[in-house]
């Protein structure tokens, strides 16, 4: 298949890239390439392309700014993915979007599938939650797929790193290092999103998915499996979200059950920790 993947340098695009090359003919979009928040730039270079399958990496993913740059949030997660999702139903090209767990409120304190009703506590959320809308209602061809505490082999780069390289910029900066633990994810390593979507996109059950690792931790533990498994000395402590100054509101609970993708015998994802381990002794203990 003839394939694009935009935001292809970024932390997930990389890996996506990577993965699908396996198979297909993948042309990798960066922004250099293409501006989704430019419906006739898209057009016109999706129309020369002429992929299958449009994958979309992009996103004003910085939590806390886009408090304060709400128009821009929602220019690239909103209407970037509407502009998408027209172009792509316009030129019969299925469109794979990715979104997020912080679409959830987090008070059912229970992993939530595809059927809970999102409620996003802020503006990053609440933009995202709008580009699922605009994919799956637009473009009659789109998988929705909502990941968790992402990181991969190249950091994000909006975010200029992700969970993993913060912790030991900490580590090595530091003191002590103190992390939260009353804030319960599913860290997910991107090179598994990209092998489970790679496995997804062969059927034509265009849906909304939940993709995440199985089980759940706090961001406290987290910390504490990169710290063992890579031998940190700087201590390591327990803190409370009510430690540090509120700057955006964020689900105390964000785990996210891969309910559709069980139904569909689909779901290949590992437990977060075994993952963990295998990407952190793969990545720093060559
Ligand atoms: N990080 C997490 O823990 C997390 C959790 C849940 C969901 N997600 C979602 O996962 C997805 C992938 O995140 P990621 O960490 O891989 O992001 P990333 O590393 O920041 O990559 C995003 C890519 O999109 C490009 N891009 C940004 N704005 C664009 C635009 N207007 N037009 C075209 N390209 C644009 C970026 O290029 P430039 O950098 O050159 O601008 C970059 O290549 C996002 O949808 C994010 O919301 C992330």
């Avoid at 082999?153 to 103190?178: D, H, Y």
Wanted: contains cysteine.
């Amino acid at each position: 298949m003839k394939l694009a993947v935009i935001g292809s340098n970024g932390q997930l695009g990389t890996d996506l890239e990577e993965v699908l090359s396996a198979h297909n003919d993948v042309e990798g979009l960066t922004h250099a390439d293409i501006e989704i928040t430019d419906i006739d730039k898209v057009k016109t270079l999706l129309s020369a392309l002429k992929p299958q399958m449009v994958f979309n990496t992009a996103a004003y993913n910085l939590v806390a700014e886009a408090e304060k740059n709400a128009d821009e949030a929602f220019l690239i997660n909103g209407i970037g993915t509407l502009n998408l999702a027209k172009v792509c139903q316009d030129l019969g090209i299925a469109l794979v979007h990715y979104s997020t767990d912080y679409v959830f409120d987090g008070k059912k304190q229970k992993p939530y599938t595809e059927d809970d009703y999102p409620n996003p506590l802020n503006v990053y959320a609440s933009t995202k939650l709008s580009g699922e809308y605009f994919a799956r209602n637009y473009c009659e061809r789109s998988f929705v797929i909502r990941v968790s505490g992402i990181y991969g082999k190249v950091a994000s780069r909006g975010k200029g790193g992700n969970f993993i390289t913060t912790m030991l910029k900490l580590a090595k900066e530091k003191k002590e290092v103190r992390v939260v633990d009353d804030e319960i994810l599913t860290p997910t390593p991107t090179s598994h999103i990209a092998r489970n979507t790679a496995t997804l996109i062969n059927t034509d059950q265009f849906d909304l998915y939940h993709m995440t690792c199985q089980g759940e931790v706090s961001w406290y533990e987290f910390a504490k499996v990169i710290w063992e498994t890579l031998q940190l000395e700087t201590p390591l402590y327990p803190a409370s979200v009510k430690d540090f100054p509120l700057v955006v509101k964020r689900p105390f609970y964000s785990v996210l059950q891969n309910k559709n993708l069980d139904d569909l015998k689909l779901n290949q994802m590992p437990d977060w920790k075994n993952a963990l381990i295998e990407f952190l002794r793969e990545q720093y203990q060559k």
